[in-house]
Structures are given as C-alpha cells and as structure tokens.
C-alpha cells in the first residue's frame, strides 16, 4: 500500500517563511508527479505546485515566486518551500501522487496545517 506523509507545517507570521516536505513510499518515484494541494476551511481543495521525476515543475499563480518545489532526486522528499506567506495561505496542506502521465492522483497524505497570522 503506497503512504504518502506531509511534515513542516506550523503557525507563522505573515512575510515569513516555512518547508514542508513530503515522504513517499512509492517504489518507483522516477515515474509518478508529486504535487501539492491546499484546502482552506470552508473552501475546495486547489492545486498548488507539482514536480514530475524528471524535476519538471509547475505552480498555481497565486504561489509562483513564492513558492519553491524541489526535490534532490527521486528517492528524496518532496519540498515545498513557501516564502513570503500571507494569510490567504492558511490551509492544510497534502501531498499527492500520480503516475507520469495520467490525470488522477490516486494517492494522498493525510495533510499538514499552515496557518498564518497577521
């Protein structure tokens, strides 16, 4: 069965800074896209950035120069570096997984909480 965990998250102030990464136990990493979604309370789940295992990257436009997606190879965790935080930015965060590919990501991590203050 294929675990995804999301760890890093916290209460910070706005303009600041945190990572969040994400673990996965996929056995063939090199061949799924890692991405990352965020729901706000009483909001729908959107998409934030996502990583292929070729290190291909892409970004929502409310995060891009904001937040930075990485990953060393694809053995390594997912990062997900968020500078410059707002409070619109408060949600849980989750780690998806998806064959290269393929439309659905069929595989979730049970989220991590960002929470920004003004």
């Known amino acids: 069965q294929v675990q995804l965990a999301e760890s890093g998250g916290g209460l910070v102030q706005a303009g600041e800074s945190l990572r969040l990464s994400c673990t996965t136990s996929l056995r063939t990493p090199s061949s799924y896209i890692i991405g990352w979604f965020r729901q706000a309370p009483g909001k729908d789940r959107e998409f934030v950035a996502a990583i292929t295992g070729g290190r291909t990257t892409r970004y929502a436009d409310s995060v891009k120069g904001r937040f930075s997606i990485s990953r060393v190879n694809a053995r390594t965790p997912v990062l997900l570096q968020m500078n410059s935080l707002k409070p619109d930015d408060t949600a849980v965060y989750y780690c998806?997984?998806?064959?290269?590919?393929?439309?659905?990501?069929?595989?979730w991590g049970q989220g991590t909480q960002v929470t920004v203050s003004s």
């Open positions: 998806a997984a998806k064959p290269s590919g393929t439309d659905v990501y069929g595989y």
